[in-house]
């Protein structure tokens, strides 16, 4: 699989990604700043990773979401590329218009950072089908803006078409509408979430619940 | 304005010497230095240095290198009792921050620097920009930051002030940390009414680089560029919080708040392109503009080389117009470096703190003159031979007065007046011993993807090196009210502990930073509690082969005249071969719990004299540094054998305590054997530690052959902690009790 990772500035999460990427699919991701115009040749995974791109300041993701790379991203998407936006890169997903609705500040108005609890609610797509449906698994969360939002028809539809991949199990950690923790686009190829399952790939360091994301997505390239 | 390169001749048109500014005049110039903070010998001493009267630049940069801050000017004459050196300190005091080798060629960086002040008038910012000084401080010496922690004392926590510095404080730390992307991975928190009006703010970074690319601030090569990268300059942190602005303002905008502001954006910014242009040869020195800005940085750089430095205002990055060269040399605005490029080497430079989206200035060139000049504007505004400024700074030997000796107290001198299940209850509720969860949660301490034991998991936190099985183990430690009670035994004691805690991993450990935070060292009580605890501290050092490689000290912690307790807080740093070796505080189901060390009931002091019979009495736990020494090796064997399960060191609170943290951690309750009275449960007798291993009887022996006292304490298993004579208390409770006092205080915050 060749993955790609983009860094912006104040991008923090991406060696953690480049980490968990190179575990599981024995390949170091190419590591792409903001201002490229375009991927790799050969990209079947763009990653979004965490941090605060430019500061947080305006809005999480909003101005990272006007980088120049975004544009191939969105190309990328559009050709049915995947696309995984972790924390930071979900916020920019969303103010790209990759996917529908925002992330708002959590409900207790503080920035959080523990483990919690999601439930597969999608175990048939690129990114989770190492998964059971319905299976419960941990991930360290780290973010002040994580409750996410969208009008009454978005979330009809989103679940609707059952496009919500991942829902906070037990305790909604940050107020999410439906305990929403991660999104799919319609084609099943653009997968937004706030938790960092790349954090959870080694059982000496955050321990292993986040593998089967990076094993599923290895095994949709295995060929490639 | 950036120039990238100076337009402007740094002599005056055809090489004639620049006309200077007027120096002050004298009776103006007297008032002025007193406003400074300059006392009236110190003033002669630089008229004498000058030889004539100062201009306002000049006397800015004098008052500021000479404050206690920037000289240790009361501190010195005792922090030069500290051991310093060990076969693998690379650096010790005096850089920006110390490095110990750590094996495989690489080396750690550390160092713990206090925020005290400004956390009080402005909790958010003061304690951010703590964070943010003292990651400039580690990764100006080459170092990628790996790991935070912090030490924090605050004030009485029914008080809503404490509430409102508390999470101002908590707030800041995490805002700055989490966005940066380096983990806040451990630390500390005390409660005491005597930090009411005073609290602590003590932010540690650690780092790790190479241990053959280490940079300095020593600045060499006449002629070689000096280079300004990162943020504007603003009118922000001039002078500090004693200065009267308003005897200089020449109009309102000069009266702003002397707390800086903190972008933790540009700082992490400044980490990458500062490590993106140390991977080149380009640069010969660099220096964090930390406390007194661009005087500090300009005048260490060029005094640690021998060299000389011009510096031109007019090239400096400025926030705002009208800025003068006093205001920009004395400006405090955060995220800024200073650097000696090779000759050449500019364009490199430029082009990644341009990619990064920093401003790029040369200000100014290495002489050889030995003296610092500041230009601004064609006009000389200061020239200060360097040599002087350093060699002929005050230094103080303040008289000293010894704390008076207080009485051993012990199990026969106070009644048991609750129980031992009860007072454990209470005990793990209490501010200074609940669950600092609160906290935590707001720390990313997971970003980077190397933390195997975070807080609450361990006694020291553990931090692998990325690519490596090699980890670092770390810790802050004091316990101010042991040093309020015998400065030199609580000196003594926070070294121990801080070792201790390293030990109690796993880590062997290798080297300290400390941060001395004291009343006003004009008090003769409060000079020898510094003297004092020094003392302490240097033995427990020398014991533990434990040397001092950086540190940072902060006095005339007073409100209203009334000192803060004596807080030396210990920086530890351990290393482990392998991280799969680290240990931590969970017991396994039917583990044998075995306590090492001697106890013999010291309540003096405790927690529990303090908690349960309201007593803040006697004299501290004394630390045996030959018994702390033997039996830390003997633990550290034990678990690098891999024969240890789970380990906890027995500190505040006593042994209970201690099973009582083990039994939350792990959700296994356990049950107890041998008989004791209040003493035996909850002294704080020191250097013991509580094992849970596969089997104790092994254990037992083999500390006998050692030489180690040892006490089999009972079983791990079931949910209930069992207390010898019937007593039983479930873990589900125990931990409902220690989680809940946190949040209970800190709830509509």
Known sequence: MKASIVV???????????????????????????????????????????????????????????????????????????????????????????????????????????????????????????????????????????????????????????????????????????????????????????????????????????????????????AA | MTGTSLDK?????????????????????????????????????????????????????????????????SSRVWLKELPTKAPWVLVGPGENAGVIEIGEGLAAVFKMESHNHPSFIEPYNGAATGVGGILRDVFTMGA??????????????????????????????????????VPTVGGEVNFHPAYNGNPLVNAMTVGILKADRIFTAAATGLGNAVVYVGSKTGRDGIHGATMSSAEFSEDSEEKRPTVQIGDPFAEKLLIEACLELMATDAIVAIQDMGAAGLTSSGVEMAGKGGMGVELDMDHVPQREEGMSAYEMMLSESQERMLMVLKPGREALAESIFRKWELDFAVIGR???????????????????????????????????????????????????????????????????????????????AQVGGQTAKRPGQADAAVVRIE??????????????????????????????????????????????????????????EIMGQFASAVRGMAAACTALDFPVISGN??????????????????????????VAQAVGLAMPQGADLVLIGETAGWLGQSLWLREIAGREEGAPPPVDLAAERRNGDFVRTEILAGRVGACHDCADGG?????????????????????????????????????????????????????????????????????????????DELTAANEATLPELMRGT
């Open chain 1, 8 to 222: 912006f500035p104040g991008t923090n999460r991406e060696r953690d990604m480049a980490i968990a990427l190179e575990r599981t699919t024995g390949r170091k991701p190419t590591m792409l700043w903001h201002r490229d115009a375009e991927l790799p040749a050969g990209t079947d995974l763009v990653v979004l990773p965490g941090g605060f791109s430019y500061g947080d300041y305006l809005r999480c993701g909003a101005m990272a979401a006007q980088s120049p790379i975004m544009a191939a991203v969105r190309a990328h998407a559009e050709r049915g590329g995947l696309v995984l936006g972790v924390c930071n890169g979900f916020q920019m997903l969303t103010e790209a218009g990759l996917l529908p609705g925002a992330l708002l500040q959590n409900a207790s108005l503080r920035f959080l950072a523990m483990n919690c609890t999601m439930r597969v609610e999608r175990a048939d797509t690129a990114f989770t089908h190492h998964f059971q449906r319905g299976q419960t698994f941990q991930a360290t969360m780290a973010h002040g803006d994580g409750n996410y939002f969208c009008d009454a028809e978005t979330l009809k539809r989103l679940e609707g078409e059952n496009l919500v991949a991942l829902r906070y199990e037990g305790e909604n950690p940050n107020g999410s509408l439906n305990a929403i923790a991660g999104i799919l686009s319609p084609n099943l190829r653009v997968l937004g979430l706030m938790p960092h399952p790349e954090n959870c790939v080694d059982p000496l360091v955050g321990g292993t619940d986040g593998l089967p994301m990076f094993t599923s997505l290895a095994e949709s390239f295995a």
């Open chain 2, 9 to 73: 001749p740094l002599t005056g048109p055809e090489n004639r010497p620049m006309a200077s500014v007027p120096p002050l005049a004298p009776e103006r110039a007297r008032q002025l230095a007193a406003e400074f903070g300059l006392k009236p010998d110190e003033y002669a001493r630089a008229l004498g240095i000058l030889g004539r009267d100062p201009t306002l630049a000049e006397l800015g940069i004098f008052s500021v290198m000479w404050s206690e801050h920037c000289s240790y000017k």
């Open chain 2, 144 to 181: 990628r930051p790996i790991a935070n922690l912090n030490a924090l004392r605050f004030g009485d926590p029914k008080l809503p002030k404490t509430r409102q510095v508390m999470d101002g404080v908590v707030r800041g730390i995490g805002g700055y940390g989490n966005c940066v992307g």
């Open chain 2, 366 to 444: 290495l002489t050889d003159t030995g003296r610092i000049v500041i230009k601004h504007k064609g006009l000389v505004e200061a020239d200060i031979p360097l040599a002087p400024l350093e060699s002929e700074a005050p230094l103080y030997r303040r008289p000293t007065a010894e704390t008076p000796k207080l009485p051993v107290i012990v199990t026969k001198d106070v009644a048991d007046p609750v129980g031992l299940a009860a007072a454990l209850k209470t005990l793990v509720a209490s501010p200074d011993l609940c669950s600092r969860r609160w906290i935590w949660d707001q720390y990313d």
């Open chain 2, 467 to 524: 690519d490596h099985v090699r980890a670092l183990a770390m810790t802050t430690d004091c316990t101010p009210r042991y040093c309020q009670a015998d400065p030199e035994a609580g000196g003594k004691q926070a070294v121990a502990e801080a070792w201790r805690n390293l030990t109690a991993v796993g880590a062997l450990p290798r080297a300290i930073t400390d941060n001395m935070n004291f009343g006003n060292p004009e008090k003769p």
């Open chain 2, 553 to 578: 000290v902060s006095l005339y912690n007073e409100t209203e005249g009334k000192a803060i307790l004596p807080t030396p807080a210990i920086g530890g740093v351990g290393v482990l071969e392998d």
């Open chain 2, 655 to 731: 042994l209970l305590v201690t099973v009582a943290e083990m039994c939350m951690a792990s959700g296994v309750g356990a049950r107890l054997t041998p008989t004791g009275d209040h003493g035996f449960w909850f002294g704080e007798d020191q250097s013991r530690y509580v094992l849970a291993v596969t089997d104790g009887a092994a254990l037992l022996a083999a500390a006998k052959s050692a030489g180690v006292p040892a006490l089999a304490l009972g079983r791990s298993g079931g949910n209930t902690l069992e207390i010898p004579g019937g007593d039983a208390i479930s873990v």
